[in-house]
Antibody
């Protein structure tokens, strides 16, 4: 059973860098037809995709966040990480990591994906 | 491409048949996924590739649609189904977009 768990500081300082790690168990982050993704959700609001990284390290980002976001793999620890620079109060949210799939057992899709499973989420508050 | 969901809030009773609609701002030649989120919890995948039920999800959940309109139907609503539901799609960028959510409440 694949499980993901987010970790990192719950408080970030305005203008500084937010750093989170997602530890994956039950699957290798460096193999399989998967991507590993970050999604966030301000309290009481909707979901926003931040970006993703492939098993080979290729990344894609939400254009609205691209200039501030880095996602990386640490295969030795089976973890992937998010760094977001120049944070403001608008970045206060629950941050989730998830596995990003686009293949079933029999077929891969170019215009379909789904996020499963998700981590439990971690709240990051940006405040001085 | 933006996704809208209707209704944004739905009042229902146990045993009801509920339909949530997800509309794309333009014809999307892609599929949608549906998620259920309960308060204080991460979203949970219900349906992918528009109509495929995720393993372990009760068969009272179903999905359909194409083009600009997709639906999630819950037949025989159960107490544990009161939650917020989100649709999600991908464009060719890739850019992944979620709908704003539909809260199903008593």
């Amino acid at each position: 059973q694949v499980q993901l768990l987010e970790s990192g500081p719950g408080l970030a300082t305005p203008s500084q860098t937010l750093s989170l790690t997602c530890t994956v168990s039950g699957a290798s982050i460096s193999s399989g037809k998967y991507y590993w993704t970050w999604i966030r959700q301000p309290a009481g609001k909707g979901l926003e995709w931040i970006g993703r990284i492939s098993t080979s390290g290729a990344t894609s980002f939400n254009p609205s966040l691209r200039s501030r976001v880095t996602i990386s793999l640490d295969t030795s620890k089976n973890q992937f990480s998010l760094q977001m620079t120049s944070v403001t109060a608008a970045d206060t949210a629950f941050y989730y990591c998830a596995r990003d799939r686009h293949c079933t057992d029999t077929k891969c899709y170019s215009l379909a994906n789904w996020f499963d499973p998700w981590g439990q989420g971690t709240l990051v508050t940006v405040s001085s | 491409i933006q996704l809208t969901q209707s209704p944004s809030f739905l009042s229902a009773s146990v045993g009801d048949r509920v339909t949530i609609t997800c509309r794309a701002s333009q014809d999307i030649t892609s599929y949608v996924a549906w998620y259920q989120q309960k308060p204080g919890k991460a979203p949970k995948l219900l349906i992918y590739v528009t109509s495929t039920l995720q393993s372990g999800v009760p068969s009272r959940f179903s999905g359909s649609g194409s083009g600009t309109e997709f639906t999630l139907t819950i037949s025989n609503l159960q107490p544990e189904d009161f939650a917020t539901y989100y649709c999600q799609q991908v464009n060719s960028n890739p850019l992944f977009t979620f709908g704003p959510g539909t809260k199903v409440d008593v």
